[in-house]
């Protein structure tokens, strides 16, 4: 059972080593990528949470994402233009003169960037995303619209 045991970790260890990951951090976020193929990767992203105190309230929101990401050049090249989609989730709960109210808001969208190779680790990246932005208020209220974002920031490669 111990053989077993350790082969498995060992074929698990190898099969993961060859991955490229990075770690990084965009305005008012942090994320991690893990390249699943050549031109293949998943980001997770993490939106910092905001929170601000007024007179008589305050709000407190955080936000988080999950893309797919398609490159179009290899990982070696200067600049690596890339394509996707992205599904994204904001939390949002806010008090005002002794009333209180929170949100969910779900932004799905298409996107397409690009990373600038500054090092061999480390590299800029830009990207610009189009969709709905569907928001649900607690009391059975919600809204749409459609929306654009960017995203500006720097990665750095872990192996």
């Known amino acids: 059972m111990k053989k077993i045991l350790l082969s498995v970790l060992t074929l698990a260890t190898l099969s993961t080593a060859s ?13 991690y990528q893990r390249d699943t193929n050549d031109t293949d990767a998943v980001r997770y992203g993490l939106g910092l949470p905001l929170a601000a105190a007024f007179n008589g309230g305050g709000f407190v929101t ?7 990401l398609r490159h179009t050049a290899p990982e070696t090249e200067s600049v690596q233009p890339y394509y996707g989609g992205s599904l994204g989730l904001l939390g949002l709960f806010a008090t005002s003169g002794g009333d209180s109210a929170g949100a969910v808001g779900v932004f799905p969208s298409v996107l397409g960037g690009a990373n600038v190779n500054v090092t061999d680790q480390v590299s800029l990246c830009g990207e610009l995303g189009v969709g709905p932005r569907v928001i649900f208020v607690t009391g059975g209220g919600s809204d749409w619209t459609f929306g654009v974002g960017a995203r500006l920031g720097v990665n750095y490669r872990l192996r």
């Open 19 to 31: 991955a490229a990951e990075k770690v990084g951090a965009y305005l008012l976020g942090v994320q």
């Open 62 to 68: 955080v936000s988080g994402d999950v893309s797919y």
